[in-house]
């Protein structure tokens, strides 16, 4: 692939399940979840095994549902010290091929292999030799996609999983991107993906005949983000052990919001997505964040800070409601609500750090 860049995209399959899995053999071959409470009556799925699944068990499920799909379904208590353990060995296995590694969560990470140590100079191959390490070493298996960019990467990997090697090359990613479904896009939410569906957008082809103005009067940022990976064309580049400094969700609205009823029910939907990814990292923290835009573009932003760590979705939609109607919102319309969470409790030493790099404001719901 001359002049492009080469970057895998890998991720762990049914990543805390396959660990206990690999644990307890016992579980081998089982329906279990992960998380949840054990009699099935409160909280919800962190994972669930290949077997659970395919009753319909999925993430962040309710434990109560989880049950009625898969009676037999076993309940497992989360060991996290023991995915940590395997996310460092992992991330251990990419960094004999490269330095460029971004992790996203414990189980996911981007690596950009356009120049590896060991002058292998095969994306696939390296991506093979990956998976094949993980296999042998740690007893587990991992998806992983290979492409030119990290986005096209990223839908790659998942589509072969569990146990998949998948590969997008340069000459395929316009016909790839044209036939994919609008929700199968990375960044797009249950929640956009349906206000696309409504305008009638349901394939990339779709979104191909909008220019960019439309896209971004319809999608406001993240319009010009799905302008250019419709045309395969993403140049983030793969950003090696940022700090992570917030995490939160965002959504832009079809129609403006005017009722500070209306504008609630976002939130209380905004912060449900940020808890459910703050669980995901196991992050806590000290300020809460709303970042309100006006029907004419204008931005701001109010922010609250604890002298304690916070995290849980009350105080996340709470103190988002209270922020937001002592800005002033009377007589406003609003396009778009978004919560985050900064102020993390540590920083771990560069390069030490499990927590998930970059991850972006400004992904939808
Ligand atoms: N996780 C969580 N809550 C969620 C989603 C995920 O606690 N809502 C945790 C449990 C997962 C891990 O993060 O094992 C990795 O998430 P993935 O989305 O990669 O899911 P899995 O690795 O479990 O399955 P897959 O094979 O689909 O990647
Ligand atoms: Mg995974």
Known sequence: MPGHRKIIHIDMDAFYASVEQRDNPELVGKAIVVGGSPEGRGGVVATASYEARKYGVRSAMPSKTALRLCPHVIFIRPRFAAYKEVSTRIREIFGRYTDLIEPLSLDEAYLDVTEDKLQIGSAMEIAKQIRQAIRDELNLTASAGVSINKFVAKIASDMNKPDGLTFIGPSNIEHFMET???????????????????????????????????????????????????????????QPYRETKSL???????????????????????????????????LKGRTITVKIKYHDFKIITRSQSFPYLVGDIETLSSTAKILLATSGIENVRIRLLGISLSNFDVAEPKGKRDRPGQLSLFEGL
């Open 180 to 238: 994919l479904p609008v929700e199968k896009f990375h960044g797009v939410g249950k929640v956009t993906a349906e206000k696309m569906k409504a305008m009638g957008l349901h394939h990339g082809a779709d979104l191909k005949k909008l220019t960019l103005e439309d896209m971004m009067d319809r999608f406001g940022k993240s319009g010009r983000f799905y302008y250019n990976i419709v045309r395969g064309i993403d140049d983030r580049e793969v």
């Open 248 to 282: 939160g969700a965002e959504d832009t609205f079809a129609e403006d919001l005017t009722t500070i009823d209306e504008m609630n029910v976002e939130l209380d939907k905004i912060a449900k997505t940020v808890y459910d990814r703050l669980q995901r990292y196991q």
